[in-house]
DNA sequence: GTTATTGCAAATGATTTGCACAAGG
DNA sequence: CCTTGTGCAAATCATTTGCAATAAC
């Protein structure tokens, strides 16, 4: 885990006159030992798995915390429900791109496009404080070979895939 | 109303094998006489202080079609509930920027923007079908002057403000 | 007549909350 | 001790759905 990740919470904790406790290490463990999107469902199916226990709604308690301190993002994979991205205090300036093929998220960042979004907020009379680009895509390796690995290791993992539009 | 949302919803009611009901065209009528954002409940609301009736239900479930038909596209405002969007018909390619201070939304344009997040997607190897660009930013106004109309037409219309993160 | 549509009320699903008990500091 | 944290089950809230009645075509 990031020693920035555990300084930053550490601060947190302090500042806020909370207490250290078994589950919600584990939970901050679990969620920070990988860089993989998740929901609070699939979250503590993850914690369930391991030898800690914790109730669901420790998790969802746990997320909030987490949201708050800022060193979770929630953010829009634009189906249905909240997902979570832990990568934020590593590259605060990602974006996403979701495949519509296999619902695969690549994260890229992109200094041109921040400045470029930043210049518009500025002509429009704001300061910018934080900007969220999604870009849906299809896959061309799909599109030229017919088939994509990413397709086939979410079929086999049983993904949710996106829905059509 | 728009006669070109006209024309591609009655396409789309015909291309289903839909009909025409007076519930429908209501919900329709109220969602696109203006161009405000708004949610399913806010819009249930609109309909109700018309003569028309309409149950919540088809409230709904007419949001769910225009969707589906792409006449109405489903934004994430970042304040936990569906907002709807109807001016992509109008500006097919159009941004948000979010005002942190009063929740105001501003829609723009901008082709610079547009091609760069394309050739960003190119280039991880992807065709871009959507993106979706959201701007949070502070009101200069408010920083430079103390004040900003915005904010005080928001609270007097006592508008949920977006939560500080 | 058929089949889509509506309204109602009940179901769903994700998330939050009240409360009694447990446990950090 | 005192207060925060936890687990459970119940509550909440937005949204969806089953069904019987209604209305397009």
Redesign the pocket.
């Known amino acids: 885990m990031d020693p920035n990740i555990e300084k930053r919470l550490h601060q947190f904790?302090q500042a806020?006159?909370?207490?250290?406790?078994?589950?919600?290490n584990a939970?901050v463990e679990s969620i920070f030992s990988s860089d993989e999107h998740f929901?609070?469902?699939e979250l503590w199916d993850r914690i369930r798995k391991t030898q800690s226990?914790?109730?669901?709604?420790?998790?969802?308690?746990?997320?909030?915390l987490l949201v708050e301190a800022g060193l979770l993002h929630e953010i829009d994979l634009g189906d249905?429900?909240?997902t979570y991205d832990p990568n934020f205090v590593e590259s605060p300036a990602h974006n996403h791109l979701v495949c519509i093929d296999c619902g695969k998220v690549i994260e890229f960042e992109d200094a041109h496009i921040q400045l470029m979004n930043d210049c518009a907020a500025r002509r429009l009379g704001f300061r910018p404080e934080r900007q969220t680009l999604k870009i849906e895509a299809c896959c061309e390796q799909l599109r030229l070979h017919g088939r994509c690995e990413n397709l086939i290791s979410a079929r086999i993992q049983g993904k949710r895939l996106p829905k059509q539009r």
Do not use: C, F, H, M
């Not at 806020?16 to 919600?24: A, H, I, P, V």
């Not at 226990?53 to 909030?64: F, W």
């Open positions: 904790i806020k006159g909370l207490r250290n406790t078994s589950q919600r939970i929901n609070a469902d226990r914790s109730s669901r709604a420790t998790v969802y308690r746990t997320i909030t249905d429900q909240k």
